[in-house]
């Protein structure tokens, strides 16, 4: 049934793209990208006003009217032309079969920051009916944590029981949608642009966020994660502008909005987005020399696009600072200033003033790494971006359209000046944000500036799609366009065994996902819904609290320390390990009990024994802690005796 349930969400969303392709006369194929950020839009201002359920409710009731007003007699020839679309009907026929074979194979969450936040939300949303923010969990969201992505998992799964493939299909079709967007520039018939237009938006993912050797299983099309939907949103912001002849910006200003409540770095992408097409736009009047007041209808849709930026931000900081205690004005880490501080510290030590060891170090390892280092299958980020300015170049020196030629001129110049805007914006989190041994080696990098790179690449593919022509000079690019094609999929072929992706792996990966599953069932089973566990999982990193805190939730499980480290950990008396061990908890055992009775915790679910916390704490509980030699079990408490009685042992132990 999850299936039928997941194929009612696409009907809905063919209704809508429908609709915008006959009354907005978008180009079919970019229709379905549109609608899905108006979805997105729009879910997340319900969850801002705590309407969430109702308006998933009056959505599926425009989609019927909207699929009614689309199919009528007098509206049918409109959806035959959408339908003819080869952009259009390929991502309908894609959409389906990726629903059908997510369903069948079950793809599952398997990331830490899955579990901290992207499928934990997504869980609480259909569960509870409403945004994350306040839910009853064992930590504070951030503000960093956009509900865009989120919401979008939530309708594809509004009808029937909550299930993770489902909120991987959904963001799987966003994906999708912004692939069928490249061949929007392309004449109905025309599959020699087509085919290599949906191949080459597949292929990007892989190109530019694997390098060095594939040794493990790749997900990036069974992931929750937010940076690869983020990064082509990016560029879809602006592939849909130079998609539609007619040089209409609101499709933009949707896509800039849903970018915005992303992530936090998608604000800065946005920023630059609207920048290149404010510019084009501006430009465009003053080149073909429509006069003052178009130019001033030009320079007003540029504003727009900043205003959206700045609404569809400001939205999520206001509400954020209404309905939680989360500080929207602090991005974190080490210095704890505010974004505007951070830029304007990190412009000051740009320019000399005041420059620090560390800043040095850490602007001096990116450049290094933005032209020595590997971090994608095509080479270093450099390469990346080369490629990205040829594609926009070759555009604009064999299409015959001279708005295209200043479309991909504006591109490239405003594109490169961007990415080092955004370069510098990364480097800035790495000096003023992150602990010492996280910028100390630069870790996550690579993962931080690709979602750039993939937007602005999938934008330059946009242009050379749109640049094509059977005869030359333009041919050559179709040609070209096609020969690339082939040979970046000869090279993500040879690099990623088919094996190694969610499409042909085995379930092997799934293996400890199932049983964790069936082990927090068990828990379930015998603790009260609505009662705190206690979860002790000795020499946790917190990555088995984030992932029990998931599998367990409607479950509350207690954050299971004081000292500020995160979930999980090492609890043992204090002294018995360094001070500065991380995720260490030091308590006596009358503190442990304290804080037991303190947090309402009366049960407690034992993962992971060790020594350390049977010397420390077996007198708590009767028994001693013997039957955790059998394996985990659950303990519950008994105020009157003083101590926590075994309950039973879990995961198939005696």
């Not at 306040?134 to 992505?149: K, M």
């Not at 727009?304 to 880490?333: H, I, K």
């Not at 993962?607 to 028994?623: P, R, S």
Request: one cysteine or more.
């Amino acid at each position: 049934m999850g299936l039928l349930y997941s194929l009612l969400s696409l009907a809905a969303l063919a209704a809508f793209s429908l609709a915008a392709a006959r009354f907005a006369r978008l180009p079919a194929p970019a229709a379905p990208f549109a609608a899905l950020c108006a979805v997105m839009l729009w879910l997340s201002a319900a969850g801002m006003l705590g309407v969430l359920v109702p308006a998933g409710w009056a959505l599926f009731a425009l989609a019927a009217v909207c699929a009614a007003l689309a199919l009528a007699p007098a509206g049918r020839k409109a959806a035959r032309e959408a339908l003819a679309a080869p952009g259009f009907a390929a991502f309908f026929v894609l959409a389906a079969a990726l629903l059908c074979f997510f369903a069948w194979r079950q793809p599952m969450f398997t990331t830490w920051d899955e579990f901290s936040f992207w499928g934990t939300a997504a869980k609480i949303v259909k569960e509870s009916g409403q945004l994350y923010v306040n839910a009853e969990i064992g930590w504070d969201w951030v503000g960093s944590h956009r509900p865009a992505l989120v919401v979008l998992g939530y309708f594809f799964q509004f009808f029937g029981p909550y299930a993770e493939w489902r909120v991987l299909a959904g963001y799987d079709v966003l994906l999708l949608s912004i692939f069928a967007l490249l061949t929007a520039g392309a004449p109905r018939g025309a599959w020699r642009r087509v085919v290599p237009a949906l191949g080459f938006g597949f292929l990007l993912p892989f190109l530019l966020t694997l390098y060095g050797n594939v040794s493990r299983p790749v997900d990036l099309y069974a992931s929750a994660l937010s940076d690869i939907p983020l990064g082509l949103t990016f560029g879809a912001a602006m592939a849909v502008s130079y998609a539609d002849r007619r040089r209409r910006l609101w499709p933009a200003a949707l896509a800039l909005a849903a970018l915005c409540l992303q992530k936090d770095t998608g604000f800065a992408m946005a920023l630059v987005a609207a920048g290149i097409l404010g510019a084009d736009a501006v430009l465009g009047a003053l080149a073909e020399k429509r006069g003052a007041r178009a130019a001033g209808a030009a320079l007003a849709k540029a504003a727009g696009l900043f205003a959206c930026c700045g609404v569809s931000f400001l939205s999520w900081q206001y509400y954020l600072a209404a309905a939680s205690t989360a500080d929207t004005t602090n991005v974190g880490g080490v210095a704890q200033m505010g974004m505007a501080e951070m830029v304007l510290t990190g412009c000051r030590e740009l320019l000399g003033i005041g420059r620090t060891e560390k800043f040095t170090a850490v602007m001096g390892g990116m450049v290094r790494n933005l032209f020595g280092v590997t971090t994608t299958l095509l080479g270093p980020f450099a390469v990346t971006a080369g490629l990205t300015v040829a594609l926009a170049a070759a555009a604009a020196l064999f299409t015959r359209e001279r708005a295209l030629r200043r479309q991909a001129g504006v591109f490239a110049v405003l594109g490169l000046g961007g990415f080092a805007a955004y370069f510098f914006f990364i480097g800035l989190t790495y000096v003023y944000v992150f602990r010492s041994e996280v910028s100390d080696g630069l870790i996550g990098f690579e993962r931080y500036m690709y979602p750039y790179l993939l937007g602005w690449l999938l934008a330059a593919a946009a242009l050379a799609v749109r640049a094509m022509d059977e005869e030359r000079p333009a041919g050559l690019v179709q040609t070209g366009f096609a020969v690339l094609t082939a040979g970046l999929a000869a090279l993500v072929w040879l690099r990623v065994p088919y094996t190694l992706t969610c499409f042909g792996g085995g379930d092997g990966v799934y293996a400890e996902r199932r049983a964790t599953q069936a082990l927090a069932r068990e828990v379930q089973a015998v603790v009260p819904r609505g009662e705190h566990i206690f979860f002790v999982s000795q020499g946790d990193d917190g990555s088995r609290w984030f992932l029990y805190t998931y599998e367990m939730y409607p479950w509350y499980l207690d954050y299971s320390g004081r000292t500020g480290q995160g979930g999980g950990g090492t609890f043992a008396l204090p002294g018995a390990l360094p001070e500065d061990t991380i995720y260490y908890h030091p308590y006596t055992a009358g503190e442990l009990w304290a804080y037991l009775q303190e947090s309402g915790c009366r049960y407690i679910f034992i993962e992971n024994c060790d020594e350390l916390f049977v010397q420390g704490y077996a007198g708590l509980f009767a028994g001693g802690l013997e039957n955790c030699q059998n394996g985990p079990a659950v303990y519950a408490c008994n105020e009157a005796a003083g101590v926590y009685e075994f309950v039973c042992n879990v995961g198939g132990a005696a």
